[in-house]
Structures are given as structure tokens and as C-alpha cells.
């Protein structure tokens, strides 16, 4: 079996995209120049699902970032960024969309870099919390919910590359780890 538990329902998942995308719609309603940052390969179902509820007009770009190895967060983070993104997020209002914030390692370098580019704005958005003590302590403007700390798969969230289709996020199960 590929997980010991499920911690978050589809239908939960579901509702706290909704309530998300309710508040992101209240901030951003009278904001123009927006521009959504998708953090892939994580978060992507996640921005899918949230950036169809949105109601009003958003450019979309994506990058990858990653301080994983393994099961452990704490690598050199690692972004791959598509040709003059940072050139293009000059003036703009800026929402990054990410799937996880644990040691916050990732998100820290990747606001770091987005104001290098000087935007008019930035504001994050991301999915899940991890019940742990952050080496980077940021301000997530729109959260979503929090998991304990564990390994999680499931909604976009992987190991190995797999188990990202998963329509729940799950604990993987402790012997797949050890494999």
C-alpha cells in the first residue's frame, strides 16, 4: 500500500480551494497587472483547480523550485525559470501558488529572487502547512490548511515521482520510505 492514512479528503481539498479562492478574489478584485507564479510540479493540480475559480483577469507563468532530497527538505534549492520571467514580473502583482511550506527554504529563495525583479506586489498562496518549525519563517497570505509532519503524497504531491494523481493528499506509508 502506497499510504498509511489519508489526512485531507477530496471533498475537503475541494472546500478549502473554494474558501481560498473566495479570499484571493476579495484581494485582488480591483488590481490589474496580475500574475499568478505556479511552483510546479507540486502545485500544480492545486493551481489548476484554484485558478478556474478566480473572477478576474490573471497572466499565468510557472516555475520549478525544489529543496528536496528525498524524503528531506534541506538541499540547495534548486529553480528552473523559463527564458526572461524574472525580466516580466517587473510591476506586477505578483500571487505565488505553492503546494507545501515546510522549512520554508524554497518559498524564502524564490520571494527573495521575485523582488529582485521589483513587482508592485507579492502575496503567496499555498495549500498545505506543515506542523513544523520553519528554518524561514514567512507570512502566507492566503493558507490553506495545515498537516502534520510527515510525508505527504497525493493532489500534486509526489515520492520518487509518483503518487501525485492521487485525488486526496495521504501519509505515505512508512516501508515505502525505507525502500
Known sequence: ??????????????????YLASQINAAYATMENVMALV????????????????S???????????SYCGTASGCTVAMNVNDNLHE?????????????????RTLST???????SNPQSIKTCVL?????????????????????????IGYGLDFDGQ???LPF???LAPERIKE
Not at 524564490?110 to 529582485?116: G, Q, R, S, V
Open 128 to 152: 498545505l502547512e506543515k506542523e513544523v518549525p520553519h528554518d524561514k519563517n514567512i507570512t502566507i497570505d492566503f493558507p490553506g490548511m495545515k498537516v502534520p509532519d510527515v510525508f505527504v
Open 110 to 116: 524564490l520571494l527573495k529572487w521575485i523582488k529582485d
Open 56 to 66: 478576474f483577469p490573471i497572466e499565468i507563468d510557472y516555475l520549478k523550485a525544489s
Open 88 to 104: 516580466r514580473l517587473k510591476g506586477k502583482n505578483i500571487l505565488v501558488i505553492d503546494d507545501i511550506y515546510d522549512t520554508g
Open 169 to 171: 493528499i495521504a501519509e
Open 1 to 18: 500500500m502506497e499510504h498509511k492514512r489519508i489526512l485531507i479528503s477530496t471533498e475537503k481539498l475541494k472546500e478549502t480551494i473554494a
Open 39 to 54: 511552483i510546479l510540479e507540486g502545485a500544480k493540480y492545486f493551481a489548476e483547480d484554484l485558478l478556474e475559480q478566480l
Open 163 to 165: 503518487y501525485r494523481e
